[in-house]
Each structure stands twice: as structure tokens, then as C-alpha cells.
């Protein structure tokens, strides 16, 4: 969208040329109007523009001499004059000054719309194409393809023509993407992104002289600001600062976005890479800021280390009892109160991602469930970056992370039999005791009736099928481990080590120790 001033000191003729045409067709969203060059430059202060079509001669300052004003101090505004007369000296000075066109009044419409086309398009071309340069560099300077020394970086922008000086100094402000209302899919977030670059050009950046948006990553985007005033910094902040209040306000409102602007410290091209990691890690010291405006001054505040523990094992136990749904609603409270926390840093929230991992993979092997089968996007290094991003990313990746453990416990339950669940039941707890009551409990049925229907389906019954799987699974441990007989008694639920031997023998025809000595003959064993 661009930006229109029309300076002519004859009201009907500027009024005439405002209401030609449909501004609109070419992407012409604000027309203002000056009456001389005076009031053409406090237009100016007041908003920068694109374009300018002006009348040359004019009381208090003709129209060449404001457009050499505009070329110093608006080096993007584009020109276009207009006169009454055909003066050659005009027209050849009006060219020397670099103005697009050099029309007679009256201006017919169409030849009007003609000109502001072309104008339009090459104003787009030529903006599209230095951006893309700039973004490259900024990116190039930030991922340390180019050294940050001054003199380097200098030689780069003097060979690719960048608009920088090395008298200039660099206001960065970074921005954040917190989280979006609303999954999105691959499409929506090349749309949204779309969206958020232009809300970035059209009201915080609004035609600022030579400033770049820089895209570092999808969820960090950079803007420079590059001044060759230092003393005009402080008024300049304060006026972006505003730009930024409401472009935070719009995302919220029309796109669903929330994210917050850090300003860091204007400085030389060679110390803008360090001062955005500076303001990275102070983001990452205060993952609670959200939807707000930040000053940088320098110092990291230390995180906070009065977090209350998550009450893992009390959910480890829900989930063992199948009560995923209360496991949920519990971590997202507890984590809403997270919410509240100041200095909450990124570290805070990678010990309770490897805590409830930790957890979650526990529960997992007790009910015989393979992680990666059940949730393998949410175990990717990429997954675990995004999840300890902020509170709301790792609320999402919890909430997701037990709905598909809900999701395949449903399935498996639907599609195991009941002598399967007593089965696999039996094979996770088998250091355990496994009463009847136990596995009726699990199951859902009553002891009776099981014990019934195993001993129909099965030919043995609950105590024989248990007793067999015991001693099938301190053969292994005997066989491939040389750990103290003693403890593969524990492993498969004998607390008195003599009736562990007593019935292997039974079953096996011979002691563990001998046993072990046939399977291990080469190892030397505790007993």
C-alpha cells in the first residue's frame, strides 16, 4: 500500500487531481494534500510518502527546491511534476533531480492512471528486489557469514550497494512469535506469515528510510532500523515504540498471533549480531512476556527458582490406572499456574518436558506400550525446541502428548481380548504380586469369572499361567545376565530366595545355580 501528497498551491487544481481516479485500483490507500512547500514538509514529518506530485511553480519555494529537499531528507519518495508551462529548463532540471515524469497541466485522468501504473509497479520492483538483498545480508550477518568486523561488513554492503553507512547505527528490535490461537497447517502458516510481514511493514515500519524486516526463523522475526542522527534516537524509539503497541494490538485482534517486540540498544553494523543475541537470551530468561513492549537495558535477570514440583508420581499412578483424562485437566492447571511466574526461563520448562518424558515412557513400558509407535512427532529433536518455547507450546505439546496415549489405550482396549489383558497384565507386573483381585480389578470383572474363563480359553489356570511366566523370565536373567540369583528371585516376585529355588527346581529339574552353570559354563558368577 502506498502513501500520496499532492503539492500545488491551487486548491481546485490538487482537488481535481485527488478525485481523478480510483487511488484505490493503484494500491493508493492515503491521499493528502499541501498547498505550498512549507506545508509540504511538515506533511512530511508528520508521515513519510511514496509519492509526490507536484506543481513546480508555486509562492514560498518552488517545487524543484522542495523536491532536492525530499531527495536529502525522504530518499524513497518518489516524484512525478506537473505545470502549466512547457519550459525546457524545467523539464531537463526536473530530470537531473531523478523525478519519474514531467506532465502539463491539465493532466487527463487516463494518462494520470498510466503514469502512477508504472510509477506504482517500479516503486514495487525496485523495493521487492533491494529487500530481498537486505534480508539477505542481515540473515548472512546473523548465521556469521559475514564476520562481524567493521571493516568487513562495510566492504559487503559497498559491493552489494546496500543503503548503509558506516557512520549509521542500527536500531534492532526483535520479535517473537509467542503462539498462534489456532493450529495451523503448512498453508495456513505461509499465509499467516504473509500477513504478519505486511502488518510489520504497514504499521511498524511505515516507510521508515532504508529499515529491513528480516525473517531469522518461523517463529523469530528481526526489524532494523538504521539512523545517521544518534541524537534523534530517543524520539525515534518513543515513535516506534507506539508503531509496535499497535501492531501487537492487530495481531491479536485479526490474526490470532500473539508475540511481543524487544528493543535492544542502537548500535555500529558490527555489533548488531551480538545485540540480538543478547536480546534472544534475555527472551528466553522471560518466556511469561508475552503481548508486550520491551527495553533492553542490558542485564538478564536470573530465573527464578521458586517453581513448584510437578506431582509426578501422583500422575504416573493416574496413568497407570487408565484416568488419563484427569492427568490432562491436572497439567494444564498446573501449568496455567506457570503462567503467573516472573523470570520463568527456558530452562524451567526443559526440566519438566525430561521429567514428564520420563514419566510418560514409565507408564508407557507398564501397560507394554512403545513410545514411538504411539506419539513419534512429539519425540523429534525439532518438537522438543518448539514445546519449551513458552508455557502455552508446552501446555500443547502435554495436552497432545496424553491424548494419544488416551487415543491408543482405546484402541488396544477395543481390539484386545479379555484373556489378552490378563495376559499382558501379568507380564508387566510379574515382579509384583498378582493377586486374583488384582487382575479382576483390571480387567473390570469379577475374580470368580475370570479365573473361569482363563482356565476355559487357556486350558491353565490364573497361579499355573503366573508361575510359568516367572520362571520363563528367570531363565532369561539367568541365562543372559550374571546378576545374584537373589535378585532375579525379586525380579520375578519371590521376596524368600529358598521357595524361589525350591519350585525352579520343580520346574526345571535343577537348581538356578546349575542352571546358570549349564547356560554361562564360561562365566563366573555370584551366587
Not at 478525485?19 to 506545508?39: D, F, L, P
Not at 526463523?217 to 515513535?239: A, G, H, L, Q, T
Given at each position: 500500500m502506498y502513501r500520496l501528497l499532492i503539492v500545488d498551491d491551487e486548491a481546485i487544481i490538487a482537488n481535481g487531481i485527488k478525485?481523478?481516479?480510483?487511488?484505490?485500483?493503484?494500491?493508493?490507500?492515503?491521499?493528502?494534500?499541501?498547498?505550498?512547500?512549507?506545508?509540504a514538509k511538515e506533511k512530511f514529518m508528520e508521515q513519510p510518502f511514496?509519492?509526490?506530485?507536484?506543481?513546480?511553480?508555486?509562492?514560498?519555494?518552488?517545487?524543484?527546491?522542495?523536491?532536492?529537499?525530499?531527495?536529502?531528507?525522504?530518499?524513497?519518495?518518489?516524484?512525478?511534476?506537473?505545470?502549466?508551462?512547457?519550459?525546457?529548463?524545467?523539464?531537463?532540471?526536473?530530470?537531473?533531480?531523478?523525478?519519474?515524469?514531467?506532465?502539463?497541466?491539465p493532466v487527463p485522468p487516463d494518462e494520470l492512471k498510466l503514469?502512477?501504473?508504472?510509477?506504482?509497479?517500479?516503486?514495487?520492483?525496485?523495493r521487492e528486489a533491494a529487500g530481498r538483498e537486505a534480508e539477505r545480508f542481515w540473515q548472512d550477518v546473523l548465521n556469521q557469514a559475514i564476520p562481524s568486523s567493521r571493516d568487513k561488513m562495510m566492504e559487503v554492503i559497498r559491493k552489494q550497494k546496500l543503503p548503509y553507512t558506516g557512520s549509521m547505527e542500527f536500531l534492532p528490535v526483535l520479535i517473537p512469535i509467542s503462539h498462534w490461537e489456532k493450529p495451523l497447517s503448512i498453508r495456513d502458516a505461509q499465509l499467516m506469515e504473509y500477513a504478519l510481514r505486511n502488518a510489520m511493514e504497514e504499521i511498524v515500519v511505515l516507510r521508515s528510510p532504508y529499515a529491513q524486516i528480516v525473517r531469522i526463523?518461523?517463529?523469530?522475526?528481526?526489524?532494523?532500523?538504521?539512523?545517521?542522527?544518534?541524537?534523534?534516537?530517543?524520539?525515534?524509539?518513543?515513535?516506534i515504540h507506539s508503531r509496535c503497541i499497535a501492531f501487537i494490538k492487530g495481531c491479536n485482534e485479526y490474526l490470532g498471533c500473539h508475540l511481543?517486540?524487544?528493543?535492544?540498544?542502537?548500535?555500529?553494523?558490527?555489533?548488531?549480531?551480538?545485540?540480538?543475541?543478547?536480546?534472544?537470551?534475555?527472551?528466553?530468561?522471560?518466556?511469561?512476556?508475552?503481548?508486550?513492549?520491551?527495553?533492553?537495558d542490558g542485564q538478564i535477570k536470573d530465573e527464578c527458582h521458586q517453581i513448584p514440583l510437578p506431582p509426578i508420581p501422583v500422575w504416573s499412578e493416574l496413568i497407570k490406572q487408565g484416568k488419563m483424562k484427569q492427568v490432562i485437566d491436572e497439567a494444564q492447571r498446573y501449568l496455567d499456574a506457570w503462567k503467573r511466574i516472573d523470570n520463568l526461563g527456558v530452562k524451567g520448562l526443559q526440566r519438566f518436558y525430561q521429567n514428564f518424558l520420563q514419566m510418560m515412557f514409565y507408564a508407557l513400558q507398564q501397560h507394554g506400550m512403545r513410545a514411538d509407535e504411539i506419539f513419534p512427532d512429539y519425540l523429534t529433536p525439532a518438537?522438543?525446541?518448539?514445546?519449551?518455547?513458552?508455557?502455552?507450546?508446552?501446555?500443547?505439546?502435554?495436552?497432545?502428548?496424553?491424548?494419544?496415549?488416551?487415543?491408543?489405550?482405546?484402541?488396544?482396549?477395543?481390539?484386545?481380548?479379555?484373556?489378552?489383558?490378563?495376559?499382558?497384565?501379568?507380564?508387566?507386573?510379574?515382579?509384583?504380586?498378582?493377586?486374583?483381585?488384582?487382575?479382576?480389578?483390571?480387567?473390570?470383572?469379577?475374580?470368580?469369572?475370570?479365573?473361569?474363563?482363563?482356565?476355559?480359553?487357556?486350558?491353565?489356570?490364573?497361579?499355573d499361567y503366573i508361575l510359568t511366566e516367572r520362571i520363563k523370565l528367570a531363565k532369561e536373567l539367568l541365562a543372559k545376565s550374571d546378576t545374584t540369583i537373589s535378585n532375579v528371585a525379586l525380579a520375578v516376585g519371590f521376596c524368600n530366595f529358598s521357595y524361589f529355588s525350591t519350585l525352579f527346581k520343580k520346574e526345571v529339574l535343577m537348581t538356578p545355580q546349575e542352571y546358570r552353570r549349564v547356560k554361562q559354563p564360561a562365566i563366573k558368577v555370584c551366587k
Open positions: 478525485a481523478s481516479m480510483n487511488w484505490n485500483s493503484v494500491r493508493v490507500t492515503s491521499v493528502t494534500i499541501a498547498s505550498n512547500a512549507r506545508q511514496d509519492i509526490m506530485i507536484c506543481d513546480i511553480e508555486m509562492p514560498q519555494g518552488n517545487g524543484l527546491e522542495l523536491y532536492e529537499w525530499v531527495k536529502e531528507h525522504y530518499p524513497q519518495t518518489e516524484c512525478v511534476f506537473i505545470t502549466c508551462h512547457a519550459d525546457f529548463g524545467y523539464a531537463k532540471k526536473a530530470l537531473q533531480l531523478g523525478s519519474f515524469e514531467y506532465l502539463l497541466k503514469v502512477m501504473s508504472r510509477l506504482i509497479k517500479k516503486i514495487r520492483d525496485e526463523s518461523p517463529e523469530y522475526f528481526m526489524i532494523v532500523f538504521p539512523s545517521e542522527k544518534p541524537e534523534d534516537n530517543e524520539r525515534f524509539r518513543n515513535e511481543s517486540c524487544y528493543f535492544g540498544k542502537p548500535v555500529p553494523v558490527h555489533e548488531v549480531r551480538n545485540m540480538i543475541e543478547q536480546l534472544m537470551a534475555f527472551k528466553k530468561s522471560q518466556v511469561n512476556i508475552v503481548d508486550r513492549v520491551i527495553f533492553y518438537r522438543a525446541l518448539t514445546a519449551t518455547r513458552s508455557v502455552n507450546d508446552l501446555q500443547n505439546w502435554v495436552k497432545g502428548m496424553l491424548e494419544a496415549t488416551l487415543d491408543h489405550i482405546n484402541k488396544v482396549d477395543a481390539s484386545e481380548t479379555i484373556i489378552e489383558k490378563i495376559k499382558r497384565y501379568i507380564a508387566l507386573n510379574l515382579d509384583q504380586e498378582l493377586s486374583r483381585q488384582y487382575i479382576a480389578d483390571y480387567v473390570g470383572l469379577s475374580p470368580d469369572y475370570i479365573v473361569k474363563l482363563f482356565k476355559k480359553e487357556t486350558g491353565l489356570s490364573v497361579s
